[in-house]
T-cell receptor
Framework: GQQLNQSPQSMFIQEGEDVSMNCTSS?????WLWYKQDPGEGPVLLIA?????ELTSNGRLTAQFGITRKDSFLNISASIPSDVGIYFC?????????????FGKGITLSVRP | NAGVTQTPKFRVLKTGQSMTLLCAQD?????MYWYRQDPGMGLRLIHY???????AKGEVPDGYNVSRLKKQNFLLGLESAAPSQTSVYFC????????????FGQGTRLTVV
């Protein structure tokens, strides 16, 4: 089946640093989504990308939909302690009856004050 | 605006017991999903539904059944719980169409002893 690859499993950064996360796949997706999950909560959507090459920002977050439609990245600039959490990428490859989201395994981000 | 609501939030079952997890959404979304989240495994799709009265198997459907009798509700059933089903379960919903994102409930933490 389709898989999304996120690595490494954990990242440790210093407060104020920028961080970049990649998500790659061997399959083509026509929607890429980035979610953040806080402890004890459900994932919350950060950024949605719908067109190849699209670059979208949400505050300190920037994400891009890769030209090949097989990858996406998320950048967090000037990290703060509340950026701690698990970051998931998700892709949606088809529309209609067969459409479903595929998730990466997530990257746990730790921010040292 | 409640969004996606899951009940219960926590449950402890004995091996062999049955239970039903309820997911309700008030956004008139066509698609609904059940995921389980385990450490290091990310979100894995159990079953999903593309509309009232329809269900389909996801990545890890064994040991679970689902029903979508009403558009706003998606039920996940465990007929005979096993310790391997100890997990956090998330429900999500999306509209139909290519440019949509999933909204998640807050999760149900299930322990099978």
């Amino acid at each position: 089946g389709q898989q999304l690859n996120q690595s490494p499993q954990s990242m440790f950064i210093q407060e104020g640093e920028d961080v970049s996360m990649n998500c790659t796949s061997s399959s083509i997706f026509n929607t890429w989504l980035w979610y953040k999950q806080d402890p004890g909560e459900g994932p919350v959507l950060l950024i949605a990308l719908y067109k190849a090459g699209e670059l979208t920002s949400n505050g300190r977050l920037t994400a891009q939909f890769g030209i090949t439609r097989k990858d996406s990245f998320l950048n967090i600039s000037a990290s703060i302690p509340s950026d701690v959490g698990i970051y998931f990428c998700a892709g949606r490859s088809l529309t209609g009856a067969n459409s479903k989201l595929t998730f990466g395994k997530g990257i746990t981000l730790s921010v040292r004050p | 605006n409640a969004g996606v609501t899951q009940t219960p939030k926590f449950r402890v079952l004995k091996t062999g017991q049955s239970m039903t997890l309820l997911c309700a959404q008030d956004m008139n979304h066509e698609y609904m999903y059940w995921y389980r989240q385990d450490p290091g495994m990310g979100l894995r799709l159990i079953h999903y539904s593309v509309g009232e009265g329809t269900t389909a198997k996801g990545e890890v459907p064994d040991g679970y059944n689902v029903s979508r009798l009403k558009k706003q509700n998606f039920l996940l059933g465990l007929e005979s719980a096993a310790p391997s089903q100890t997990s956090v379960y998330f429900c999500a919903s999306t509209r139909n169409g290519p440019n949509t994102e999933a909204f998640f409930g807050q999760g149900t933490r299930l322990t099978v002893v």
